[in-house]
């Protein structure tokens, strides 16, 4: 799945997915805003469609309507989440309406020179396993809405020493957040169940694997439990069947390519491993009530 990369530039992503015409650089590095500004002309009936970056997206949500497909996780955003997407992530927001925050995108090579290993080395939440969502308090809110606002006051001005300004400032966001990951995480790890262990083992393994594996039974032997503990501890955690997971991270990456490629129905049921079209037009109907063709004209 590496070569479908959806958006792979930031200008590409302001005009299709911000629907914002400026005229940007298309080998812009970085590029921050307010969710207002952001939002103001993202399609009001489809939100933001199942895209996968070749960036990352750091954001503070504040107030509005919100939701979120973030891998195998959906849920809707309260005031004062932080959200980290890495790069390569697939994530989806089909409804969006009065937001209010901050955002920052960013290529992984602006920030390179001040790393001293890998991004998700030096910044644990950006690694694919790591946890994506932190509800933050007020205190907390102020320092990353204070970290935000410098990055897109530097970004409008005009300055030779811009980027390296910009990078320093983006990369003390970066810091403020390893700061306050820190403790969320270790609370997080304080308070976690059992049944929250095995949910989240199940979920980062069925994001990485949902193509090739599509059965309870091949995570149960992964996880070295049975599958019917598999699928009683994964409904009762997060009120789903792991089947139904599994299927939601398929449908998404359905998406992604129906929307984002010129594949045929036969090249992407034969890309995402289905025994053939008609396999995979059936599992596009019984989940959305569409046929393929319908649906990637409705994204």
Known sequence: MAEIL??????KFEHLINRDDSAYDINMMVMPGT????????DPL??????????????LFTGGKHDL?????????????LVIIPENMVAASPNIKGCTG?????????????????????FPYFDLEAQHIFHLDDEETDLIAQAFRDIISEHK????????????????LLLRVRDIYRVHSKKTDEV????????????????????EKRSVQEYAAMLNITPKHLSDVVKATVGKPPLQIIQDLLLLEAKVLLR????????IAHELRFGDQSHFSRFIKQRTGMSPQMLRKHL
Request: glycine share 2%.
């Open 69 to 81: 497909q973030l891998g195998a996780n959906y849920l809707w955003l309260e005031p004062n989440d």
């Open 102 to 122: 901050y955002c920052s995108h960013f290529k992984t090579e602006f920030v390179k020179p001040l790393l001293n290993n890998s991004l998700s080395e030096d």
């Open 46 to 59: 489809k939100g933001i469609p199942a895209v996968r970056r070749q960036f990352n997206l750091i954001y």
């Open 35 to 42: 969710l207002e500004d952001k939002h103001k002309n993202v």
């Open 192 to 211: 976690s169940s059992r049944s929250m262990q095995i949910t989240n083992r199940f979920k980062h393994l069925a994001e990485k694997n949902f193509v």
């Open 157 to 172: 001005r005009l300055s030779y020493e811009s980027n390296f300004l910009l990078r320093n400032y983006l990369h003390i």
């Open 6 to 11: 959806t958006i792979e530039n930031l200008s």
């Open 260 to 267: 984002s490629t010129d594949m045929t129905s036969s090249q």
